[in-house]
């Protein structure tokens, strides 16, 4: 069994005394150092961005604030010892199409990287005691759009299709489709409404488009209603052993390339000499220098306050000011005996590694009003179910389970509802009570251990983690493309020379893809003169 958390095979501070650089010089955390490039926290896509850059022959040297790497991209044992949770990320779907995977540009998959195929790829279950299970087969999965619409499974046959040849002409930079263009403008509600006539799909559609964490409601969400059809090409690959398989294969190709990861050592302030960014400092007031450039993943509303507000300019901060969190989430976490198992309405049962709950597809519009309001609404409501010891066994012991349960919750409930370290027992609790309409045989003696993460306990635990927002901010119009994190600063580079940002604030934004990181990555390789290219080519 691969406990991931518990293999240590990073240097921690007090360790640190007889860590090298990639230039061979012993690094100790008492006084100060220097790299080419320091990199500021260790999520994937930093992550990703320091191995191009050690891999290019460039003295590197990660900080992590956190005992272990990873960020949201990170496993060990949330409940019990012996159960390999996730703590955030599982599905790494999106990071199939980087050429860091694709391609294996990193070697991550000759380093200990495996990805696994659940299927069924998606299930879901309908009050009325019908159900809709998504299998890798697509004749199959059309069988079951057809059990409520045969119109619906041509659709979604023919939706198959168009995703691939939309895909294919934005691979050949040919993405002027006005069908496309009109689709992603739209709010997934309406997109669904328009495109299925039965509930039972809609809702599917639905529950599958929320695990953006996006309102299904607003406008510029469209493209979210397709994401079930991009599950059904491509599935929903997990990491043999955890999500934080991917971040341990990144720290095994830096240390190999030569690079420095030192863990328990959070950043607390850029250092900048003749308005350049020259290294950090951390919090025991350790001194790295960086002779090319510093790389940050901390969130962009803290890292602004790591030096003086005349550096970024007036503008860019007004505009930070405006920078929107996502609707908060939770993330329930339990080491069970069993794993969730589902009635079917012909008789039988199905375990899948992955299922949503939607009753019906209006419920979405309500999550907007719900976060803004405050308020704690758990009837009928959204629910993502992640049990990757049904796909993966060696997450657990022989015959148990790991599962987790995400939903939509306010980050800060209304007056008089009491605080989340008030509350955080009595809605476990309602989500599990809710769980059961659904999988009568999950009962609580099932459950050997559980935790319970409120939007702020996710933040408590990792501050990238911005207002509970587990892809650090709203992914809207305002938000997204060149307008993210800032309108003008969207090339990974900062106002303050040197500094370069990475991670779920830069675009594509966030969730596993590995994009913010290859991206930067090709950014600062580019302003010291190589090619990301050539360093693909020649290692």
């Known amino acids: 069994m691969t406990t991931v958390s518990r ?22 955390p008492a006084g100060d150092q220097t790299f080419d490039y ?59 199409s980087n050429p860091v995977i694709r391609d294996n540009e990193l070697g991550l998959l000759d380093n200990g990287l495996e990805y696994l195929q659940p299927d069924p790829v998606m299930h879901i279950p309908f009050p009325d005691g019908t159900s809709l299970t998504m299998w890798r087969d697509p004749e199959r999965t059309y069988q079951e759009y057809a059990k409520f619409s045969k119109r619906d499974a041509d659709t979604f046959m023919k939706l198959i299709d168009e995703l691939k040849a939309y895909r ?65 090409i491509g599935g929903r690959p997990i990491p043999k052993g955890g999500s934080g398989m ?18 328990g ?85 199905i375990v899948p590694s992955e299922s949503t709950i939607l009753p019906y597809p209006e419920r979405v519009l309500r999550s907007s009003f719900d976060d803004a309001s ?19 066994p060696t997450r657990a012991p022989a015959g148990f389970h790991t599962i987790k349960l995400i939903g939509n919750v306010p980050y800060q409930p209304s007056a008089g509802s009491g605080s989340w370290d008030e509350m955080r027992d009595q809605v476990a609790d309602g989500v599990i009570t809710y769980l059961q309409r659904y999988a009568p045989t ?16 996710l933040e408590r635990m990792n501050p990238a983690f911005w207002r509970g927002s587990i892809h650090a901010g709203e992914y809207g119009p305002s938000q997204m493309g060149d307008m993210r994190p800032v309108p003008g600063w969207a ?17 594509p934004g966030g969730s596993i893809t590995g994009w913010p990181g290859r991206n930067a990555a090709e950014v600062v390789l580019a302003d010291a003169g190589v090619q990301l290219r050539d360093v693909v080519a020649r290692t």
């Open 38 to 96: 320091v990199i500021a926290g260790a999520g994937h896509n930093s992550l990703i961005t320091a191995a191009y850059l050690a891999k290019a022959g460039f003295g590197v040297l990660v900080l992590e604030g956190r005992p272990t790497i990873g960020g949201g991209c990170k496993s060990g044992s949330v409940c019990l010892p012996g159960f390999t949770d996730d703590w955030c990320s599982s599905v790494h779907g999106l990071l199939m």
């Open 442 to 457: 999950f009962t609580r003696d099932k459950i050997l251990a559980q935790v319970f993460m409120s939007p702020i306990d």
């Open 7 to 28: 293999r240590v095979f990073l240097k921690s501070a007090a360790a640190a005394a007889v860590a090298t650089n990639a230039a061979g010089q012993t690094v100790s």
């Open 168 to 232: 294919r002409s934005r691979a050949a930079g040919n993405a002027d489709s006005s069908l496309w263009k009109r689709r992603e403008a739209m709010s997934a509600y309406d997109v669904v409404k328009a495109s299925f006539e039965d509930d039972h799909v809609r809702s599917f559609h639905l529950a599958v488009a929320r695990f953006t964490s996006e309102p299904g409601g607003d406008p510029y969400t469209g493209r979210t209603a397709y994401t079930a059809i991009a599950h059904q």
């Open 374 to 392: 405050g308020t704690v609404n758990l009837e009928d409501m959204w629910l993502q179910i992640v049990a990757p010891s049904v796909t993966d």
């Open 265 to 349: 050592m959070p950043v607390r302030e850029l250092l900048v000499e003749s308005g350049r960014c020259k290294g950090v400092v951390c919090m025991d007031g350790s001194r790295f220098a960086a002779r090319r450039g510093v790389v940050s993943t901390i969130h962009v509303k803290q890292l602004v306050d790591m030096a003086p507000s005349e550096l970024w300019g007036d503008e860019f901060l007004q505009n930070l000011e405006l920078f929107q969190p996502e609707e908060g989430l939770f993330a329930f976490h339990m080491a069970t005996s069993a794993p969730v198992e589902y009635p079917l309405a012909g008789g039988g049962s």
């Open 491 to 507: 090339n990974y580079r900062m106002p303050i020379a040197g500094l370069y940002q990475t991670g779920a604030c830069t675009q």
């Open 246 to 263: 991917l971040t341990t294969a990144l720290g095994r190709v830096i240390e190999k390339a030569g690079g420095v990861i030192l863990t």
